[in-house]
C-alpha cells in the first residue's frame, strides 16, 4: 500500500511513534512526576531516615561492632533487638529482617533488607506471580511477596502480639527496601485484616514505610491503604516505574535493542486511562514520598527537596533514562537524602522548639488533611473509573470494625466489593423477616401490629 501510493505510510507512523516515544523516554525527568505535588512537613517524613538506618542494619554482622554504619550510626541499642533472623533462618523464603523494641519514639519496628542478587531463592519470590495471578480483598496482589508476608506472620504473631499487649501506646511499624518493601507493605495489609489476632491493635497504630517501593497492588488497594502504607523514592528510581518480575527489571535496565520496538509501540499506543482500567495492574503502595534532588538540563544536584501526594495517575508510569537510575535505589543514598532534606526541612521551620500543646495540634491539623487528601484520591479512582474503587461515604462507614478479623493473609475472595454485597443483602432480609414477625394487613389492606404481639404487650 505505501508503495502504491507513494508515500511511505507505515515507515512515517513507525517513525513518530519512535520519536514521541524517544520525546517521552529521554527528556522525562524523575521530577516531572511529582511538579504538582504538596511540600511533606517534617513531622510525618522524620520517621523515613530512621526506618531506613534500621534497615541498614540488618547487614549488619554485630550492631554492637558495625563496619557499614551511616553518618551518626545507627541510633540503635542492641539490647532492644527483640529478634533477628538471617538467611540460614529464612532458607531464602524472605529477606533477612529483624524486630526493634524503639522506645524512644514508641514503636515496635519489624524491618526487612532489600534483595540479594546473590540469593536463588529471593529471584523465586520475585518471579512468583503472573498478571492476575493473585485476588485479594477486592484487587490485585504481587503472589510472591504475599506469601513471603505470610511465612513471617508464622513466625513472628506471637512475638509482635506480645509486644502490643506489653506496650498498648506504641505503634505497630514495618519498613522494608526494595523486595523487602514488598513484603512489609503485604504485611501491613495482612495485619490490618486481621488485628484480632494481633490483640486488637487499632488501625491508627499500624504503618508502614516501603523504600524504593516494589509495585505489588493493584490501584484500588494502593489508594485504599494510603492512610497505613507510606512509599518513599528517591528521583530516578527504576523500580517503582517498572512491573516486579525480574525479567521485566532487567529489561527496564538494560533496554536491550530487541525490545526496543515493542516497549515503543506500547507505549505510544496504550493510553494511560486504559491501563488505570486494568485491574491486574500492580503499582507502588499508599501514599507517596518523592525525594527530588536534581532537574531537567540542569547541573549538578540541589538541595532534595521532599513532595508528597496520593496519586492516582501518574503514579510513576515512565521509566527515567538516567545515569541514577540504579544508584538513586540503593538504600545508602535514600538514608543520606532523606536525612539532609529532613535535617534542611528542620533548619525552615524548627518544629523541635515549638511547645507540645502547638505541636499536638499541628500533628492533629497534619492528621486531617491526610484524610481529606485520602478521601479526594478515593474519589478520584472512582472519577477515573478505577476498578473495584469506592469513595468513602460522606457520613462515615463501619467497614474497619465490621470486617476485622474475618480475612486470613491468603484468601482468595474480594473482600472489599463481595463482603460490602453480601452484608447489604442479610442486612435487607433480616429486615424484611423483622416486619413480617411485628406487622400483618388487616381487613383493609393497612399494616397494624400482629394481635399476638399486642396482647402479650398488654
Known amino acids: 500500500m505505501s508503495l502504491a501510493c ?32 504538596g511540600l511533606a512537613s517534617p513531622e510525618e517524613f522524620e520517621p523515613v531516615p530512621r526506618m531506613c538506618r534500621f534497615i541498614m542494619a540488618n547487614y549488619e554482622l554485630d550492631i554492637s561492632n558495625p563496619q557499614f554504619a551511616p553518618p551518626g550510626g545507627y ?49 523465586a519470590v520475585l518471579m512468583d506471580n503472573r498478571l492476575g495471578k493473585r485476588k ?9 511477596l504475599l506469601r513471603a508476608a505470610g511465612w513471617v506472620l508464622d513466625r513472628e504473631c506471637d512475638i509482635l502480639k506480645d509486644l502490643i499487649q506489653k506496650y498498648p501506646s506504641y505503634n505497630l511499624t514495618f519498613a522494608g527496601h526494595s523486595l523487602g518493601s514488598g513484603i512489609a507493605a503485604m504485611l501491613a495489609i495482612v495485619v490490618v485484616l486481621n488485628r484480632g489476632k494481633l490483640g486488637n491493635v487499632d488501625r491508627k497504630r499500624i504503618r508502614c514505610y516501603a523504600l524504593a517501593p516494589a509495585r505489588c497492588m493493584s490501584l484500588n488497594l494502593a489508594v485504599r ?15 517503582p516505574r517498572t512491573a516486579t518480575p525480574l525479567e521485566d527489571i532487567f529489561k527496564s535496565i538494560l533496554c536491550l535493542p530487541c525490545l526496543l520496538c515493542l516497549r515503543c509501540l506500547r507505549d505510544t499506543c496504550i493510553p494511560e486511562d486504559v491501563l488505570l482500567r486494568d485491574p491486574r495492574r500492580l503499582y507502588a503502595p499508599g501514599r507517596v514520598y518523592h525525594i527530588v534532588e536534581r532537574k531537567l538540563f540542569r547541573c549538578g544536584k540541589y538541595p532534595p527537596v521532599v513532595k508528597t501526594a496520593v496519586p492516582v495517575d501518574g503514579r510513576f508510569e515512565h521509566i527515567i533514562m538516567s545515569c541514577n537510575a540504579t544508584k538513586d535505589h540503593a538504600i545508602i543514598s535514600i538514608q543520606r537524602e532523606a536525612q539532609l532534606a529532613l535535617d534542611l526541612m528542620l533548619d525552615r521551620e524548627p518544629v523541635m522548639s515549638i511547645p507540645t500543646k502547638q505541636k499536638m495540634e499541628r500533628q492533629e491539623t497534619l492528621r486531617r488533611e491526610h484524610v481529606e487528601e485520602h478521601k479526594a484520591a478515593l474519589r478520584r479512582a472512582v472519577t477515573l473509573s478505577v476498578p473495584d474503587s469506592e469513595a468513602l461515604s460522606e457520613y462515615g462507614t463501619f467497614d474497619d470494625s465490621s470486617n476485622d478479623g474475618s480475612h486470613h493473609e491468603q484468601s482468595n475472595s474480594s473482600f472489599r466489593s463481595n463482603s460490602s454485597e453480601s452484608s447489604r443483602n442479610r442486612q435487607r432480609i433480616s429486615w424484611a423477616e423483622l416486619i413480617d414477625r411485628i406487622f400483618e394487613k388487616d381487613e383493609s389492606g393497612h399494616m397494624v401490629v400482629r394481635k399476638s404481639l399486642s396482647q402479650n404487650n398488654s
Open 225 to 239: 491503604y494510603a492512610d497505613v502504607i507510606n512509599s518513599v523514592v528517591l528521583q530516578d528510581d527504576f523500580l
Open 136 to 144: 485479594f480483598d477486592g484487587g490485585y496482589v504481587h503472589n510472591g
Open 6 to 37: 507513494g508515500i511511505p505510510l507505515l515507515e512515517c507512523v513507525y517513525c513518530l511513534a519512535c520519536a514521541r516515544w524517544a520525546w517521552k523516554r529521554c527528556l522525562h525527568s524523575g521530577s516531572h512526576d511529582s511538579d504538582t505535588w
Open 75 to 123: 541510633q540503635m541499642d542492641p539490647n532492644n533487638i527483640i529478634t533477628r533472623k538471617s538467611y540460614k533462618d529464612t532458607k531464602g523464603r524472605v529477606t533477612p529482617y529483624l524486630i526493634y523494641l524503639d522506645h524512644e519514639h514508641s514503636d515496635i519496628v519489624l524491618a526487612l533488607r532489600g534483595l540479594n542478587l546473590a540469593i536463588e531463592g529471593e529471584y
